[in-house]
T-cell receptor
Framework: EDQVTQSPEALRLQEGESSSLNCSYT??????LFWYRQDPGKGPEFLFT???AGEEKEKERLKATLTKKESFLHITAPKPEDSATYLC?????????????FGKGTTLSVSS | DGGITQSPKYLFRKEGQNVTLSCEQN?????MYWYRQDPGQGLRLIYY???????QKGDIAEGYSVSREKKESFPLTVTSAQKNPTAFYLC??????????FGPGTRLTVL
């Protein structure tokens, strides 16, 4: 069964304290891994797509990396406005492989 | 502005009542999706549609129905057969096999 597991469930950081979030997946024939940010009461906001092991993408203080078994979202010198839930997802084995399987997310809190 | 709109933002349902959640997109995306989000759980797929007049069940389709009569619209009906409908409902769209973009969500509460 295809699965996506994110850890930790919650992470508290001080402003400027860098850390990483993990997303591990068990799906054969990976057709992309997606990272989203979700603020409370809002829809997820797309951040990155990674397609192959070794690939990296960056956006401001965020950098996403991908290996054959997992992905990391590195947060460098976070600010309070980075506080949100971060979700990762992979395409499932539906008919066209378009619908996504989501992890439960990591809720990040950054305090000043 | 291109994007996805969902309405209403908040919806209250009485026992035994059917309610319909609206989802519209002007991104010219072929595929559209409905997910349900509960506290402490990931998003779970209810239904998806890759083209007009065609849709498939997701993992938790029981008690829900959809239609796709227009490319831009993918309404979701929560029927009285859905025993625990209180949740946050998210609509998304995508070009085939690419990243999905989400609407702002509808929070449904059963009274």
């Amino acid at each position: 069964e295809d699965q996506v597991t994110q850890s930790p469930e919650a992470l508290r950081l001080q402003e400027g304290e860098s850390s990483s979030l993990n997303c591990s997946y068990t799906v054969s024939g990976l057709r992309g891994l997606f990272w989203y940010r979700q603020d409370p009461g809002k829809g997820p906001e797309f951040l990155f797509t990674l397609y192959s092991a070794g690939e990296e993408k960056e956006k401001e203080r965020l950098k996403a990396t991908l290996t054959k078994k997992e992905s990391f979202l590195h947060i460098t010198a976070p600010k309070p406005e980075d506080s949100a839930t971060y979700l990762c997802a992979v395409p499932g084995r539906n008919q066209a492989g378009t619908a996504l399987i989501f992890g439960k997310g990591t809720t990040l809190s950054v305090s000043s | 502005d291109g994007g996805i709109t969902q309405s209403p933002k908040y919806l209250f349902r009485k026992e035994g009542q059917n309610v319909t959640l609206s989802c519209e997109q002007n991104l010219n995306h072929d595929a559209m999706y409905w997910y349900r989000q509960d506290p402490g759980q990931g998003l779970r797929l209810i239904y998806y549609s890759q083209i007009v007049n065609d849709f498939q069940k997701g993992d938790i389709a029981e008690g829900y129905s959809v239609s796709r009569e227009k490319k831009e619209s993918f309404p979701l009906t929560v029927t009285s057969a859905q025993k625990n409908p209180t949740a946050f409902y998210l609509c998304a769209s995508s070009l085939s096999r690419s990243e999905q973009f989400f609407g702002p969500g509808t929070r449904l509460t059963v009274l």
